[in-house]
């Protein structure tokens, strides 16, 4: 049997979806029972008999019960036989194609109880609305809200509170609010929508004042309430104000009756990195509950606490509790993280045996980009392909682990066949392709705008994560004004965003630029952290402008308690080196961690060749030999360098010894774009 009825199996024809917004005709068909929603009492059409409404009630009964049973085909089948049927019979047809996985066919229903003339009730509403929102079929709600005003129904409660769950889902918050702002009266679940709006979109400091909002309402919170509280200041690391809300749970006794809220502080513990409060929070739950059990695991294997994780998933076991996916993925990223290939292959062996290795996209996911960070980017491709259904999240992980082997043409061939296997895109994915652009040796202007165009029209230009990396590439393609641009229209740029402007000012030697966005972000309340410095430093390194980079370094500490690391130094040695202040250089290599590296004498002995100073020049290239001898970069350079001081003999044996060894270096290429299209 067809999953539609005959009746609306014209509308299946159709290429794409009706408009819901056309006018209702004024032919109204003859076997209907047309019931007018807009007031509380139930009106009949005049030659409607009581029987035949009987007829329809008891039909409809029949058709809620064959739904609620999952034999939808029946619930079809009664429909197909009925000679009358009303607003209500509708409603139950939506709503069950919509709870059984169809809403493209929920819209298709809808459609034709409007072109039937049946108007529509607030539940109708409230169906289709929740079917857009959960189905992304954005466009289609909003022509559903241009009905809801044409009919008038804005106000109600129920259609109010679907609208305001579809704006959200759409991060039309400031729309959202309004409607929510107009409501006439709020209840709980339409301020839990809204709480969980601003969660979902990361406006943690905005959601704790709504919370304060609601109590001001007279309304009570229940655990969702405080879940989604909980995990709006997990999600933005608010410690002090988690904390404050838990003592406020705690009295109101929501922490002992409710498992969801438990769970929820564990995990808001957790995401805070104060292990021993999470623990608290788990010792608290009922050994018999198995998501504190899988909750706690995650946790310490998420904060580098292995065997922690490991004595929590051997008691878990003890105690008859099966290990969920969440665990599991926990020890993988843990492996990721580390690049413990060994252990991750244990774990990949233990959700073999478990079985549950096909049967989960966030298990299959997390493998690819565990054997991809480890390096065994054949092993990560091999799971991909056994993959049965290409999935966003696979895709992406497989991405990301040819980014990190530095396959960067791979990454964008993976971008063009998501495209043309409809897949779809997502952050990660334009993210990830942008930064592969960005490190390939073919980048050019037009890829990094062609890729742009996509972000736009996709809606994924105004995420942070997106922009960040356009404003990376266009930077490394020399564009820095393109970069410039895409910085200003970001509403409120967080430190990451500062720190991708001013590496795009270093990476074009504009470090008074880099300077001055830096103060600009000081100025802003923002914290600098160490990658900041590190590109603020370049800046002033290939920008020439030492006394402000020393004044930075020292400031580092000073000022914003951060110690400066190797990278700090290496770009500290390489800015004195550059401006022939060598002594000065090789006194900082002497304090930087471990008395330097060989990436810091490198560029101290190409500052000794440039500026001519023989006596650091001889000091530097021979502990750089004993540090890098089958280095070919470091024997040429050592070599070159006793090359130009007039030791010949000693050049030639550096060169005699690479030969001996067979020390091959790798052949550089340059490109440039001439007379760029774009």
């Given at each position: 049997?067809?999953?539609?009825?005959?009746?609306?199996?014209?509308?299946?024809?159709?290429?794409?979806?009706?408009?819901?917004?056309?006018?209702?005709?004024?032919?109204?068909?003859?076997?209907?029972?047309?019931?007018?929603?807009?007031?509380?009492?139930?009106?009949?059409d005049?030659?409607?008999?009581?029987?035949?409404?009987?007829?329809?009630?008891?039909?409809?009964r029949?058709?809620?019960?064959?739904?609620?049973?999952?034999?939808?085909?029946s619930?079809?089948?009664?429909?197909?036989?009925?000679p009358?049927?009303?607003?209500?019979?509708?409603?139950?047809?939506?709503?069950?194609?919509?709870?059984?996985?169809?809403?493209?066919?929920?819209?298709?229903?809808?459609?034709?109880?409007?072109?039937?003339?049946?108007?529509?009730?607030?539940?109708?509403?409230?169906?289709?609305?929740?079917?857009?929102?959960?189905?992304?079929?954005?466009?289609?709600?909003?022509?559903?809200?241009?009905?809801?005003?044409?009919?008038?129904?804005?106000?109600?409660?129920?259609?109010?509170?679907?609208?305001?769950?579809?704006?959200?889902?759409?991060?039309?918050?400031?729309?959202?609010?309004?409607?929510?702002?107009?409501?006439?009266?709020?209840?709980?679940a339409?301020?839990?929508?809204?709480?969980?709006?601003?969660?979902?979109?990361?406006r943690?400091?905005?959601?704790?004042?709504?919370?304060?909002?609601?109590?001001?309402?007279?309304?009570?919170?229940?655990?969702?309430?405080?879940?989604?509280?909980?995990?709006?200041?997990?999600?933005?690391?608010?410690?002090?104000?988690?904390k404050?809300?838990h003592?406020?749970?705690?009295?109101?006794?929501?922490v002992?009756?409710?498992?969801?809220?438990?769970?929820?502080?564990?995990?808001?513990?957790?995401?805070?990195?104060?292990?021993?409060?999470?623990?608290?929070?788990?010792?608290?739950?009922?050994?018999?509950?198995?998501?504190?059990?899988?909750?706690?695991?995650?946790?310490?294997?998420?904060?580098?606490?292995?065997?922690?994780?490991?004595?929590?998933?051997?008691?878990?076991?003890?105690?008859?509790?099966?290990?969920?996916?969440?665990?599991?993925?926990?020890?993988?990223?843990?492996?990721?993280?580390?690049?413990?290939?060994?252990?991750?292959?244990?774990?990949?062996?233990?959700?073999?045996?478990?079985?549950?290795?096909?049967?989960?996209?966030?298990?299959?996911?997390?493998?690819?980009?565990?054997?991809?960070?480890?390096?065994?980017?054949?092993?990560?491709v091999?799971?991909?392909?056994?993959?049965?259904?290409?999935?966003?999240?696979?895709?992406?992980?497989?991405?990301?682990?040819?980014?990190?082997?530095?396959?960067?043409?791979?990454?964008?061939?993976?971008?063009?066949?998501m495209?043309?296997?409809?897949?779809?895109?997502?952050?990660?994915?334009?993210?990830?392709?942008?930064?592969?652009?960005?490190?390939?040796?073919?980048?050019?202007?037009?890829?990094?705008?062609?890729?742009?165009?996509?972000?736009?029209k996709?809606?994924?230009e105004?995420?942070?994560?997106?922009?960040?990396?356009?404003?990376?590439?266009?930077?490394?393609?020399?564009?820095?004004?393109?970069?410039?641009?895409?910085?200003?229209?970001?509403?409120?740029?967080?430190?990451?965003?500062?720190?991708?402007?001013?590496?795009?000012?270093?990476?074009?030697?504009?470090?008074?630029?880099?300077?001055?966005?830096?103060?600009?972000?000081?100025?802003?309340?923002?914290?600098?952290?160490?990658?900041?410095?590190?590109?603020?430093?370049?800046?002033?390194?290939?920008?020439?402008?030492?006394?402000?980079?020393?004044?930075?370094?020292?400031?580092?500490?000073?000022?914003?308690?951060?110690?400066?690391?190797?990278?700090?130094?290496s770009?500290?040695?390489?800015?004195?080196?550059?401006?022939?202040?060598?002594?000065?250089?090789?006194?900082?290599?002497?304090?930087?961690?471990?008395?330097?590296?060989?990436?810091?004498?490198?560029?101290?002995?190409?500052?000794?060749?440039?500026?001519?100073?023989?006596?650091?020049?001889?000091?530097?290239?021979?502990?750089?030999?004993?540090?890098?001898?089958?280095?070919p970069?470091?024997?040429?350079?050592?070599?070159?360098?006793y090359s130009?001081?007039?030791?010949?003999?000693?050049?030639?044996?550096?060169?005699?010894?690479?030969?001996?060894?067979?020390v091959?270096r790798?052949?550089?290429?340059?490109?440039i774009?001439?007379?760029?299209?774009?």
């Open positions: 049997m067809p999953l539609l009825p005959k009746t609306i199996s014209w509308a299946m024809q159709s290429t794409k979806f009706l408009s819901f917004v056309r006018t209702i005709t004024t032919f109204t068909p003859k076997f209907y029972i047309h019931i007018a929603s807009s007031t509380p009492s139930l009106v009949l005049s030659y409607c008999e009581s029987s035949a409404h009987e007829g329809v009630y008891s039909k409809n029949i058709i809620d019960n064959l739904i609620k049973s999952g034999q939808l085909n619930a079809l089948q009664v429909f197909d036989e009925m009358l049927y009303d607003v209500v019979t509708y409603n139950l047809l939506i709503s069950g194609h919509a709870r059984c996985g169809f809403p493209k066919q929920a819209l298709y229903l809808y459609a034709e109880m409007v072109l039937q003339g049946i108007r529509e009730s607030p539940s109708t509403f409230s169906s289709v609305l929740g079917v857009c929102s959960n189905a992304g079929f954005y466009k289609e709600g909003i022509q559903v809200h241009c009905r809801v005003i044409t009919l008038g129904f804005s106000l109600n409660l129920f259609v109010g509170s679907s609208l305001v769950d579809l704006y959200m889902h759409l991060g039309l918050d400031d729309v959202a609010l309004k409607l929510f702002n107009e409501l006439p009266e709020r209840n709980l339409v301020w839990n929508l809204v709480l969980r709006g601003y969660c979902e979109l990361g943690s400091d905005e959601l704790l004042g709504l919370y304060s909002k609601m109590e001001l309402d007279g309304v009570e919170p229940n655990g969702l309430t405080f879940c989604y509280l909980f995990r709006g200041c997990s999600n933005s690391k608010l410690l002090d104000a988690g404050q809300l003592c406020h749970t705690v009295k109101v006794g929501w002992e009756s409710n498992i969801f809220v438990a769970n929820a502080l564990v995990d808001f513990y957790s995401a805070c990195r104060s292990l021993v409060d999470a623990k608290k929070s788990f010792e608290s739950i009922p050994v018999e509950d198995v998501i504190s059990w899988n909750s706690i695991v995650a946790v310490n294997a998420d904060n580098g606490l292995l065997f922690d994780a490991l004595e929590f998933f051997s008691i878990m076991q003890f105690w008859g509790k099966r290990p969920s996916i969440r665990s599991f993925v926990g020890f993988l990223n843990w492996s990721s993280g580390t690049k413990n290939i060994q252990f991750g292959k244990q774990i990949h062996s233990y959700v073999v045996r478990l079985g549950i290795e096909h049967g989960s996209i966030h298990i299959q996911s997390a493998l690819i980009d565990m054997y991809g960070k480890c390096g065994d980017i054949e092993s990560s091999a799971i991909y392909e056994s993959v049965s259904e290409r999935t966003l999240e696979c895709c992406n992980s497989l991405m990301t682990s040819l980014l990190h082997c530095g396959i960067t043409e791979d990454v964008v061939e993976m971008f063009g066949l495209v043309d296997e409809g897949v779809g895109l997502d952050e990660v994915t334009f993210s990830t392709t942008l930064k592969a652009l960005s490190v390939s040796g073919s980048t050019s202007l037009a890829s990094c705008r062609l890729l742009h165009c996509c972000a736009i996709s809606g994924f105004s995420d942070t994560a997106v922009a960040c990396s356009l404003i990376d590439a266009y930077s490394r393609c020399g564009h820095v004004e393109l970069s410039c641009l895409i910085f200003n229209k970001i509403p409120s740029p967080n430190v990451i965003c500062f720190t991708s402007i001013i590496n795009g000012y270093a990476w074009n030697g504009m470090g008074r630029e880099g300077l001055e966005m830096l103060q600009a972000l000081v100025q802003k309340g923002l914290k600098p952290d160490k990658v900041t410095f590190l590109c603020a430093l370049t800046g002033c390194s290939h920008s020439g402008l030492v006394e402000e980079g020393k004044f930075l370094f020292d400031s580092m500490k000073t000022l914003h308690g951060i110690n400066p690391e190797r990278q700090h130094f770009c500290m040695v390489d800015m004195l080196g550059r401006a022939g202040l060598l002594d000065e250089a090789q006194e900082l290599l002497q304090r930087a961690p471990g008395k330097g590296d060989s990436v810091m004498r490198s560029s101290l002995l190409q500052s000794c060749r440039l500026h001519g100073n023989e006596i650091v020049g001889r000091r530097v290239a021979k502990i750089l030999m004993e540090l890098e001898p089958d280095d970069a470091v024997c040429l350079q050592a070599s070159n360098f130009e001081i007039g030791e010949f003999q000693t050049s030639m044996q550096i060169r005699e010894s690479a030969y001996a060894k067979k091959t790798e052949i550089g290429h340059s490109l774009e001439i007379k760029s299209s774009c």
